[in-house]
């Protein structure tokens, strides 16, 4: 009943820029926080940026002054600018979305089956 759908990834060269975009829809009242993980093959899944729902972000420390979050609560959609790709910035970008469902008091958390960024010459 809630769909998280990602979209914007792929190969960049190194320097280069991405913007990555996600939609949260469905039996949605409102979206609350909202952002994005990342895994490397063999590698931990690492929080890169959240956002709330009154615009407060936070940020992994090796992308901050990159990446900037951003969020437009009409269309349940939150956004990703990446600038200055680094090759180790290469992994599946996962998006999550905290929603509020309609009828309800209930909160649920969704996750996107994740777009891959390649930062590769």
């Known amino acids: 009943q809630v769909r998280i759908v990602e979209s914007g990834g792929g190969l960049v060269q190194p320097g280069g820029s991405l913007k990555l975009s996600c939609v949260a829809s469905?039996?949605?009242?409102?979206?609350?926080?909202m952002g994005w993980y990342r895994q490397d093959a063999g590698k931990q899944r690492e929080l890169v940026a959240h956002i709330a729902d009154d615009g407060a972000s936070n940020y992994a420390d090796s992308v901050k002054g990159r990446f900037t979050i951003s969020r437009d609560n009409a269309k349940k959609t939150v956004y990703l600018q990446m600038i200055s790709l680094k090759p180790e910035d290469t992994a599946v970008y996962f998006c999550?979305?905290?929603?509020?469902?309609?009828?309800?008091?209930?909160?649920?958390?969704?996750w996107g089956q994740g777009t891959q960024v390649t930062v590769s010459s």
């Open positions: 999550y979305a905290t929603v509020k469902l309609i009828g309800t008091q209930l909160t649920y958390t969704g």
């Open positions: 469905g039996n949605i009242a409102s979206a609350h926080g």
